[in-house]
DNA sequence: AAAAATTTTTAGGTTTGTCTAAATTTATTT
DNA sequence: AAATAAATTTAGACAAACCTAAAAATTTTT
């Protein structure tokens, strides 16, 4: 299709405003509301929206609204896997923290090569979440159904893949960066510790090691 | 100093004439050849080279002809070491073949987080050449001395890096992944067979295997 | 249902980077 | 030293993506 750089950002600012939006009323999303997600004026949105009927990427009549129709809600969901891809190679590969890498995505998101995303996605591990625990949508776009679940609910000798974490305070990350634990990490639970819940853990290439119940509260893995 | 896709790319071209003009002569590069070079017209590139001289990136008189400053030097060994050091990652970590990253690496050269860089360079582990054998500028622009060789000259058991093949053709392409040997991979000779020329080389997590001195003759390295 | 407020669109500009065609300047031939 | 050719620049336009200010449509209040 080969959109522009600011033609994709519309597309994906009119999703993530149709998730948002209450869907109950049946509502779509408005002009200003767009105009302000994109830190832009309302009569620049009017003119983009013009632009994307006539690619056929959403349905708009003036005055009465406009929303997505199914060829721009895969577009959408198409560049959202690039950014949520990206996102996760650079917490999980360059070691970025979580939040340094959404800026940073929102460039990279925008290199066009189908190719590149493949291998990418192939080089990661296929990750189905991204590093603040939203789903990254397949090749076809479609979401996974996620099981994202607390750590203290993972089976005992289990597998779990760290997936998200619940407080991203500067204090928590030096805690998880201590304990060399990240997105993706392949985390087990050795023993849970009755007396103050606390739990035994044991990552890849790593020995053993308590963490508190506090700790592992904000820690959510998926596991097959 | 925030610069445009384009500029950027005005930026690159000039360096790379400059490079390939005969410095013996004096000459500078001329408007035409530059407007080949980006695809465009004579008429752009004066309107850019206008643009660049009031950015005090080049200098430039009407008529006279126009070459990179300092500054402007070091704008292009930037964005140069950006592209080299994608191409690098596309090549050693994403498996791409050499002759499909230079597209990718036009794009991704242009994403301007500095951090970025920094950790992709850490990440990679400071590659001095990239997969077409040319150097990476360091993060202060200085190209490296290279001591590249071709691996016959490498001394027996010291490991070298594999830093560039002569020949790119999907044959020769065909047998180095059959062997596992890619840019970056770590090599040693073990022996050289006196009948043929041919080298047991042994690459790291791999047995030991014996390569003809023909593929040897086209593989470079470089070692500390 | 009229008035007031809000939302959305149009009208008319600006900037960036491009283009074609014409005018200048410089280089090369006669 | 002209004349011719080639390279370069200017003039004038255009498309994309913005903008401000004003007009039009819709919604909310009285
Ligand atoms: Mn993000
Ligand atoms: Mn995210
Ligand atoms: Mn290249
Ligand atoms: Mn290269």
Request: net charge positive; aromatic share 8%; with cysteine.
């Amino acid at each position: 299709m080969n959109l522009s750089t600011s033609e994709e950002n519309y597309i994906k600012s009119i999703y993530h405003l149709q998730l948002a939006a209450d869907t109950s009323t049946g509502s779509v999303v408005n002009t200003n509301a767009l105009a302000k997600q994109l830190n832009t004026k309302a009569a620049s949105v009017t003119d983009m929206l013009k632009k994307l009927k006539t690619k056929k990427l959403i349905q708009y009549e003036r005055y009465y609204g406009f929303k997505l129709n199914e060829k721009g809600t895969q577009t959408a969901l198409s560049i959202i896997r690039r950014h949520r891809l990206w996102e996760y190679f650079l917490v999980s590969k360059l070691g970025f923290d979580w939040d340094k890498v959404h800026i940073i995505a929102e460039e990279l998101e925008h290199v066009s090569s189908m190719e590149l995303i493949k291998k990418l996605d192939t080089y990661l591990g296929n990750p189905k979440i991204d590093p603040h625990g939203d789903p990254i949508p397949d090749v076809n776009g479609r979401l996974p159904v996620i099981k994202q679940i607390n750590l203290f609910m993972l089976p005992l000798k289990k597998t779990g893949i760290v997936s998200s974490v619940g407080n991203q305070s500067p204090q928590m990350l030096e805690m998880l960066k201590h304990y060399g634990i990240g997105i993706g990490s392949q985390i087990k639970i050795n023993k849970v510790f009755d007396f103050d819940n606390s739990l035994e853990i044991k990552l890849v290439k790593q020995p053993a090691c308590i963490i508190s119940e506090q700790v592992a509260k904000n820690i959510f893995v998926y596991h097959d």
